[in-house]
Every structure is written in structure tokens, then in C-alpha cells.
């Protein structure tokens, strides 16, 4: 079965840091993009971040360009989401996503549980 | 950048009911659209992909239909189980979703 387990979520300091995992299983995890999307509490689903099968390209959302940066190692079948200068807007439920897809129409097919970002002093 | 506008936002239904959710694109997205259902606690589900093509283990009560910039996801008969948020999503550029409608219990 595919399997997304994502981990590193926590308390953290407004301008503090934190590094997200994404650990997949079940699946050939070097031909699949990745993508980041959180739920602030209350709110929609936003998405965060894309990263394509072998590292070359990386896209992220205007809210988080500068700030945040993905990356997997295909080694151990883990994406990583590296947040820095966290701000108390970034306070969210944050997803991990396996994309697929069906000629040129791509979706997330599979997901995480998530893990909890909480900024705050 | 495109944008996605769902409406209505909030729909209350009775199980049994025929529930019709538009989602409206502000440029055209060909049938690049997909339908998650997200239920408190749970992880995002995918329905429909492509516009119309129901994912895997999905049941045929969910329907999904248009193309460019109109579309629609359909429950044909609301079970009790499909009181959720809906998605939609675009993947044209880089992914996008839409703000939701949340389908509560009348």
C-alpha cells in the first residue's frame, strides 16, 4: 500500500526554523513529484510546494517563496520541507502529497496525515 | 494567476438529496481540474481527476463534469457519509485550490 508519514512538526518561535519529512512507502517514490499543502486552522487548503521526481525543479507559493525550501533524497524515499523564518501565518497543518498523473492532467493521489506546525511566543 | 472560485460556500443537505457543487476558473484550464473531499481529522481524499474521471475506489454517486473554465462535481444521492469540505484544484502551472464548499447536514 502506498504510504505517506509525515513528521517534524512542533512549536516553534516566530523567525524560528523547523524541517518537515515526508517518509513514503509502497510505491517507486523516485518517479513520483512531491508537493507540500497545508490547512491553516479554519481555513482551505493551500498549496505550499512541488518538487519533480529527480530534484532538478522546485516551485513554491508566493507566500512562502525565500523562506521555504523542498527537497527529497530518493535514497531513503524522503522528502524534507525546510521552513525558516516561520511566521505565526505559517501556523498550519502541513501535508505531504504523492502526484500522479493521467496523460497531462497531474492531481495528488495519495496523502500524509500531516504533521502540525504551531508559531508562537 | 489563475484563480478558482467555488460556490456556494456553504450547502445544507438532507441525505438522499441531489448535491451540485460548481467550481469556475479565471482562465481556461482545459480539464486540468480535480475534486478532493476533506473530512475533519482526515487526509484529503481524491474524486475526480481530469474533470470527469473518477479516481480509484470512488463511488459512482460522484460525478464530475465540464471543461475551460466551468465545472461541476455532482453527488448524485448524499449519504450521510459525504458531509464534507469539497476541493477543487488546478495543476495547469503549478497547483492551485479553490476555497472550498462545506456540504453540512440540513
Known amino acids: 500500500d502506498v504510504q505517506l508519514v509525515e513528521s517534524g512538526g512542533g512549536l516553534v518561535q516566530p523567525g524560528g526554523s523547523l524541517r518537515l519529512s515526508c517518509a513514503a512507502s509502497g510505491f517507486a517514490f523516485n518517479q513520483h513529484w512531491i508537493h507540500w499543502v497545508r490547512q491553516v486552522p479554519g481555513k482551505g487548503l493551500e498549496w505550499v510546494s512541488r518538487i519533480d521526481s529527480d530534484a532538478s525543479s522546485a516551485v513554491y507559493a508566493d507566500s512562502v517563496k525565500g523562506r521555504f525550501t523542498i527537497s527529497r533524497d530518493n535514497a531513503k524515499n524522503t522528502a524534507y520541507l525546510q521552513m525558516n523564518n516561520l511566521r505565526v501565518e505559517d501556523m498550519a497543518l502541513y501535508y505531504c502529497g504523492r502526484e500522479e498523473c493521467s496523460g497531462i492532467n497531474c492531481f495528488i493521489d495519495h496523502w500524509g496525515q500531516g504533521t502540525r506546525v504551531t508559531v508562537s511566543s | 494567476e489563475i484563480v478558482l472560485t467555488q460556490s456556494p460556500g456553504t450547502l445544507s443537505v438532507s441525505p438522499g438529496e441531489r448535491v451540485t457543487l460548481s467550481c469556475r476558473a479565471s482562465?481556461?484550464?482545459?480539464?486540468?481540474l480535480a475534486w478532493y473531499q476533506h473530512k475533519p481529522g482526515q487526509s484529503p481524499r481524491l474524486l475526480i481527476h481530469?474533470?470527469?474521471t473518477r479516481a480509484t475506489g470512488i463511488p459512482a454517486r460522484f460525478s464530475g463534469s465540464g471543461s475551460g473554465t466551468e465545472f461541476t462535481l455532482t453527488i448524485s444521492s448524499l449519504e450521510s457519509e459525504d458531509f464534507a469540505v469539497y476541493y477543487c484544484q488546478q495543476n495547469l502551472n503549478w497547483p492551485l485550490f479553490g476555497g472550498g464548499t462545506k456540504v453540512e447536514s440540513k
Open positions: 482562465q481556461s484550464i482545459n480539464s486540468n
Open positions: 481530469g474533470a470527469s
